[in-house]
C-alpha cells in the first residue's frame, strides 16, 4: 500500500488498457439487464426463426466425363479438349435465362404458396441459379489423380421440396451429358465442314492455276524451255541450209554470166529438148538427194512451169536459150527458198531468246501450281482424319459425358434445426457481450488505478486493499 506500486513496471502497460477489460464480472453485475434482455429477444427470435422457417433439401449427382475410348494414336479427335472453356462452355449454357426458365416451367418452381408467389420470371431465374452449384468433386479420387484422364462433377441444387430437389438435379445432370454430346458432336461436324470447304477451295484454285500453266503453253509455244533444244537443233539446219542455197545461187548467177558473155543464152532450142534435158537433170538430183532438197524442188518446178507452157501451146522467145531460161526460174526459187530460211531462222533466235525469261515465268506457274497440290494431299488427309473423328464422336466414343449417380430425394435438411438454433444462439450471446462492452465504452466506470490516471490525468501516490 505505497506510492512505490505506481512505479511497477507492468504499471504502464495496465494504463493502456480500460479497467472493465480486467474486470469482466464487474461488467456483468453493472450490465447485466440490457445483456439479459438482448439474450431474451435474441433467444426468443431464434426460436421462431427456426419454427418458421421452411427447411431446404439439398440433391447431389454426379456426371463422370470420361477421355476418348479409341485411342488417339489411331485415330485423332479433332474436337476441343480443354476442360475448362469446355465445362464454361456448358455451364454458360444450363445458367443461360432460356434454360433457367424451362427448368422453373417444366417443373413448377416457386409456385402459388411458395416463395415465389409474387417474383417475376427473371427473380426466379436469379433465386435459381444462386441455389445451383456445378464444379469437379473435390472428394472424388480420380479429380486427385493428376494421371486421370476423367473428371468427375458433382451437380447440387437446394430445394424446400426433396422430391423437387432430386428432379431439377437429375435434369441438370442429363442436360449436362446432353450438351456435352452435342457440343462436341457439333464440333467435329463444323471442323470437317470447314476442311472440306478449304479442300473444294484447294481443288479450283489448283484446276485454276493448271489451264494458266497450259494456257502459258499454248501462248508462248516455241519459246518454252522444253522445245529450247529441238528450236536450237532446227536452227543448225537452216543456217547450213541457208549456207548451201546462197552456194547455189552463186552458182547459177555465175552460170548465167558465163551464158551472157558467150552469147549461148540465144541459141534456140526445142520445149521438148529443154524438158528432156531438165528431166536427166531431176533424175540425177534424185538420187543424189531427196524430195526437199532444194535443187530437186527447183527442177521439179522448172519442169511443171515448161509442161504447161508447151501445154498452152505457147512460144518461146528466140531470142532467149532455153538454158538461160531455166537457170533464171532456178535462180528466183533459191533466191525465194533462201528468203524463206532466213526469215525462219530470225523467227527462231528471237523465240531462243524469250526462253530464259519464259522459263521464269513458267517456273513460278508450276512452283504455285506444286503448293496447291501439296495443299491438296494435306487437306485431303485432314478430310478423312476429320471424317473419322466424327463417325467416332456420333458413335460415342469419343470423351464421353455420362451420369455417374443420380440424385434421390434427401429426407433431411440440409442444415438440421439444432444447428440452425446453436449458430443463432452463439450469434445472440456474442452480439450480448459487444452490447455490454459498448455501454462501458459510452458510460465509463472507474474500476481500477489507470482509470483515475486515464480520467484525471493524476498519479496515483497510493492504493488501499480491499477490505472484507
Do not use: C
Request: hydrophobic share 40%.
Amino acid at each position: 500500500m505505497s506510492g512505490d506500486a505506481y512505479f511497477d513496471d507492468g504499471a504502464d502497460d495496465a494504463a493502456a488498457l480500460p479497467g472493465f477489460i480486467t474486470d469482466p464480472m464487474g461488467v456483468l453485475r453493472r450490465r447485466w439487464l440490457p445483456v439479459l434482455l438482448l439474450i431474451m429477444v435474441g433467444t426468443a427470435g431464434s426460436l421462431f426463426y427456426v419454427q418458421t422457417r421452411t427447411p431446404e433439401y439439398e440433391a447431389r449427382a454426379t456426371v463422370l466425363v470420361a477421355s476418348q475410348r479409341i485411342s488417339e494414336t489411331l485415330i485423332a479427335s479433332t474436337v476441343e479438349t480443354n476442360q475448362l472453356e469446355k465445362v464454361s462452355a456448358i455451364l454458360g449454357e444450363l445458367f443461360a435465362r432460356r434454360t433457367l426458365a424451362e427448368l422453373i416451367e417444366e417443373h413448377g418452381l416457386y409456385a402459388a404458396g411458395e416463395e415465389g408467389e409474387l417474383l417475376t420470371l427473371e427473380e426466379k431465374a436469379a433465386i435459381l441459379r444462386r441455389q445451383i452449384v456445378i464444379a469437379p468433386d473435390s472428394t472424388n479420387q480420380a479429380n486427385q489423380d493428376p494421371r486421370s484422364s476423367a473428371t468427375v462433377f458433382e451437380v447440387l441444387f437446394t430445394y424446400t421440396d426433396p422430391i423437387k430437389a432430386a428432379a431439377v438435379t437429375n435434369d441438370l445432370a442429363s442436360r449436362f451429358t446432353d450438351i456435352h454430346l452435342r457440343d462436341r458432336s457439333r464440333q467435329a461436324r463444323i471442323t470437317t465442314e470447314f476442311l472440306r470447304r478449304e479442300l473444294r477451295k484447294n481443288e479450283e484454285e489448283l484446276a485454276a492455276q493448271e489451264r494458266a500453266i497450259t494456257s502459258f503453253k499454248q501462248t508462248h509455244r516455241g519459246s518454252l524451255p522444253s522445245e529450247l533444244e529441238t528450236s536450237q537443233g532446227r536452227l543448225d539446219r537452216l543456217q547450213s541450209q541457208r549456207q548451201s542455197l546462197a552456194l547455189q545461187i552463186a552458182s547459177v548467177e555465175s552460170r548465167l554470166a558465163t551464158l551472157a558473155s558467150t552469147g549461148s543464152d540465144v541459141q534456140p532450142d526445142s520445149p521438148e529438148a529443154q524438158i528432156r534435158g531438165l528431166r536427166t537433170r531431176y533424175k540425177e538430183q534424185r538420187a543424189l538427194y531427196t524430195d526437199d532438197h532444194p535443187n530437186v524442188v527447183s527442177l521439179a518446178s522448172q519442169i511443171e512451169a515448161l509442161e504447161a507452157e508447151l501445154a498452152a501451146g505457147g512460144t518461146r522467145s528466140t531470142t532467149s536459150s532455153p538454158v538461160a531460161d531455166a537457170a533464171r526460174i532456178e535462180l528466183a526459187e533459191l533466191r525465194r527458198q533462201l528468203a524463206a530460211a532466213s526469215s525462219e531462222i530470225e523467227r527462231l533466235e528471237g523465240l531462243v531468246v524469250l526462253v530464259p525469261q519464259r522459263a521464269e515465268e513458267l517456273a513460278a506457274l508450276e512452283q504455285r501450281a506444286k503448293i496447291l497440290r501439296e495443299n491438296n494431299t494435306e487437306f485431303l488427309r485432314k478430310v478423312n482424319q476429320a471424317e473419322l473423328s466424327e463417325a467416332v464422336e456420333s458413335a460415342q466414343q469419343g470423351e464421353r459425358a455420362s451420369i455417374l449417380d443420380a440424385a434421390v430425394p434427401p429426407w433431411e435438411p440440409s442444415s438440421s434445426p439444432a444447428k440452425v438454433v446453436a449458430i443463432l444462439l452463439v450469434g445472440t450471446f456474442g452480439l450480448a457481450g459487444g452490447l455490454a462492452v459498448l455501454l462501458e465504452l459510452v458510460d465509463a466506470v472507474i474500476v481500477g488505478e489507470s482509470d483515475i490516471e486515464r480520467v484525471y490525468r493524476m498519479p496515483v501516490l497510493g492504493a488501499v486493499s480491499k477490505m472484507s
